[in-house]
Nanobody, 119 residues
């Protein structure tokens, strides 16, 4: 049974930091590109960051470049999103996604974790 379980969300003040985790099970983690998306109320889901299956290549949305860092541990089957210099505009539900490297039509989503940036 495939599972992606996000954790680490919460309420943080502007300028603060959070680290999100996504624990994967039920599939061969090292064969999947891992990514983080977010969806704010009334907005479409957007890509935040992605990391290649071996972890050597990353990509970021312009809005988070330099503030967020994506990483993965292919032994622990976990992907992380370290978020810093958080802004109210970062408030959203953050989702983890696993996409099969060799065929993008195979993918899985996590259930999401809420991040709220507010004073």
């Amino acid at each position: 049974q495939v599972q992606l379980v996000e954790s680490g969300g919460g309420l943080v003040q502007p300028g603060g930091s959070l680290r999100l985790s996504c624990a994967a099970s039920g599939f061969i983690f090292s064969r999947y590109v891992m990514s983080w998306y977010r969806q704010a109320p009334g907005k479409e889901r957007e890509l935040v960051a992605a990391i290649a299956s071996a972890g050597g290549s990353t990509d970021y949305a312009d809005s988070v470049e330099g503030r967020f860092t994506i990483s993965r541990d292919n032994v622990e089957n976990t992907v992380y999103l370290q978020m810093g210099s958080l802004e109210p505009e970062d408030t959203a539900v953050y989702y983890c996604k696993a996409t099969y490297t060799y065929n993008m039509k195979y993918f899985y989503w996590g259930q999401g974790t809420q991040v709220t940036v507010s004073s």
